[in-house]
């Protein structure tokens, strides 16, 4: 036995001696990704951008602060923090460089649930509203932000854990219809819950199942108590929101910087709010008053973690998946690679250190991540720069919000849905690709508003996996195929007579969600094999061998398809006759190689293709 342990000793001693400083740095540059880019910096081609995309994602983050801590029922003073930590500490370990990090109505309706059952309305009248030492507020708004903060905390330990279990590589399950369902209908139940404001009717808070139909016979049955200013004012609102928008988004290429229409309406709205005195007068509600500064930080409530524990996993997942998906997407815009896991390690930090500065839950927004891409963003320095700006508006400019009337607030926030509500639009495409996907399209989204966004999210994953179990034993996913190279002479008038090269690849496999990455990566190592081993070529008929193609996991691959000879045009032609049936993440695969063929000069075909 002594030996044994002595052999196991060395065993680690040796593993720890290995452990060198390369390594270290190779861990640190990892797991910070702003040590990669920021040395790398260029300070005269993208701070300029930087800049002008930072002050307006300022606005956006204040505007949407305000918004979404009222949605999380907490003082809104609070969604300025939350729009300031997140920020600054995704800049640090994310790697989504588009990626706006910050208040999300999402999380806030999520977090809402647990604050509105532990300190419930009606508790405000037992709570006295003695200045608690915090900013002056009371003892009943501090409560219910400590709520809040342990929703963050908690839901950012869990993104934690999932960073160490590795469960990143499992993100392959979150399907596009899916998340696209998911985000439709937690829109929806967004846009419901500030129906309050728009009408400008007072409105017990109401939640659980079918609470979505709920709200609705609320109002229908309490219509006579609609406010005919508050009804004027979010119609005028969102008309001239949505129309400036529209102009800007139309003449972007024409004018160097859009109209930053979110600040104007707070501004014109807060100076006629005050001249006109419209908080007395029509008995408009108001944001009312914003302390300045930041306080101490102080650690959540840990005695209440037990009890919204079903709050934080919604927001660990639906906050995780939602800002992944804008993630990913920036990096195939902008042709740069996002790592599953160390999103996780990014967003549960973004959630858990803020919550010790009194921050709701926190997440990327689709509608601050299409305005970074609009004004031309190039790094996470405009993320920085606009929480510089934030700052300013915490220690200077909060107080004089005031005035600033709800209804104008929740049409800031009904309007900056829209990138989520028109979603709808995809049914189309779904129906044209794959009904299949179009079904649970419609279920996940059904699901959504009659429940929970963490609901309908495991009502699609759970669907979609069962679908892909149905129709996986009636494929035909084990026979061989050939890769079959030839090579021929083409004669043209142009380039005279030139060398072509053709390679055949038979594929007898469904292209769906579960093998599209390793489809996509056994295609290029196999392309990458057969041109490194190429020889000069003497004889028309090359070398046939075979290759199996054919895998219901997900894969990975970092490798890169090299340059054809350049005396040499290639052609890859994919046989796609037994390709049985496919969804829309294997069409997209498709799309992908041909896009990554094309820009190596490789032209790439199908061959019989036949209907599903």
């Known amino acids: 036995m002594t030996g044994v342990k002595r052999k196991k000793n060395n065993v680690v001693w040796r593993k720890i001696n290995s452990f060198h400083c390369a390594d270290f740095k190779q861990w640190c540059l990892r797991r910070l990704p702003i040590l990669e880019w920021a040395p790398c910096y260029n300070l005269k081609e993208n701070l300029i951008p930087d800049t002008v995309s930072g002050i307006m994602l300022a606005v956006q983050q204040v505007t ?41 109505a999402l999380t806030s309706l999520i977090s809402a649930n647990a604050v509105e059952r532990l300190v419930p309305q009606t508790s405000q009248n037992f709570t006295t509203y003695s200045n608690s030492g915090v900013l002056g507020l009371s003892d009943f708004e501090m409560q219910r932000i400590g709520v809040a903060a342990a929703v963050s905390f908690l839901g950012g330990i869990i993104q934690i854990a999932m960073f160490v279990l590795q469960l990143g590589s499992a993100t392959f399950l979150l399907t596009e219809p899916v998340i696209s369902a998911m985000t439709t209908g937690a829109a929806t139940h967004v846009v419901t819950s500030q129906v309050k404001y728009l009408l400008g009717m007072k409105m017990p808070y109401i939640s659980g199942p079918l609470g979505f139909f709920y709200i609705y016979a609320y109002v229908f049955e309490n219509i006579k108590s609609v406010q005919l200013e508050a009804l004027l004012l979010s119609l005028l609102s969102i008309v001239v929101l949505v129309l400036v928008k529209e102009l800007n988004e139309q003449f972007k290429r024409k004018i160097k910087v859009v109209l930053p229409v979110d600040l104007v309406l ?70 740069y690679s996002v790592d599953d896991n160390q999103e996780f390690l990014a967003h549960g930090l973004s959630n858990v250190i803020p919550s010790f500065f009194f921050c709701i839950p926190s997440a990327a927004a689709m509608g601050r991540t299409a305005g970074l891409y609009s004004t031309g963003s190039k790094t996470q320095v405009a993320c920085l720069i606009s929480c510089i700006l934030v700052l300013i508006v915490i220690y200077a400019v909060g107080p ?13 926030i009904v309007v900056g849905l829209k990138g989520m509500l028109i979603q709808f639009r995809d049914l189309k495409k779904y129906w044209n690709v794959d009904k299949i996907d179009w079904s649970i399209w419609v279920s996940t989204y059904i699901f959504t508003i009659c429940f929970a966004a963490n609901v309908g999210l495991l009502f699609g994953v759970v669907c979609t996996i069962a679908v892909v179990i149905a129709r996986f034993p009636r494929a035909k996913t084990l026979n061989l195929t050939n ?17 072509q090269q053709v390679k055949i690849i038979s594929i007898n496999n469904p292209l769906v969600f579960l093998n599209a990455k390793k489809f996509h990566a056994d295609l290029m190592n196999t392309i990458q094999k057969e041109n490194a081993n190429n020889q000069p070529p003497d004889d028309i008929n090359k070398c046939e061998q075979n290759t199996l193609l054919n895998s219901t996991s997900n894969g990975t691959c970092n490798g890169e398809t090299p340059q054809p000879y350049p005396n040499e045009k290639c052609s890859v032609i994919l046989d796609c006759i037994g390709l049985t049936f496919f969804d829309y993440t294997g069409v997209s695969t498709l799309v992908q190689v041909y896009m990554d063929f094309k820009s190596q000069n490789i032209d790439f075909l199908l061959a019989n293709c036949t209907g599903k």
């Open 64 to 104: 949407q602060g305000l918004a979404f801590a009222i949605l999380s029922s907490v003082h809104p003073v609070f969604g300025l923090y939350g729009s300031l930590f997140p920020a600054i500490i995704y800049a640090i370990f994310g790697m989504g460089r588009h990626v706006a990090t910050g208040t999300f």
């Open 266 to 335: 707070i501004i014109a709205a807060s100076f006629a709010c005050y001249f006109a005195n419209m908080e007395y007068t029509y008995g408009l509600d108001v944001v009312g008053h914003i302390p300045d500064g930041i306080p101490s930080p102080k650690a959540p409530s840990m005695n209440i973690l037990s009890e919204v524990v079903t709050e934080a996993f919604g927001v660990a997942l639906v906050g995780y998946v939602a800002s992944l998906a804008l993630a990913q997407g920036s990096a195939k815009k902008f042709k």
């Open 400 to 412: 004089l919000l005031y005035w600033l009337p709800m209804c104008v607030l929740a049409s800031i």
């Open 483 to 499: 890769l079959n190279e030839m090579e021929y002479k083409v004669k043209t008038e142009v380039e005279g007579e030139s060398l």
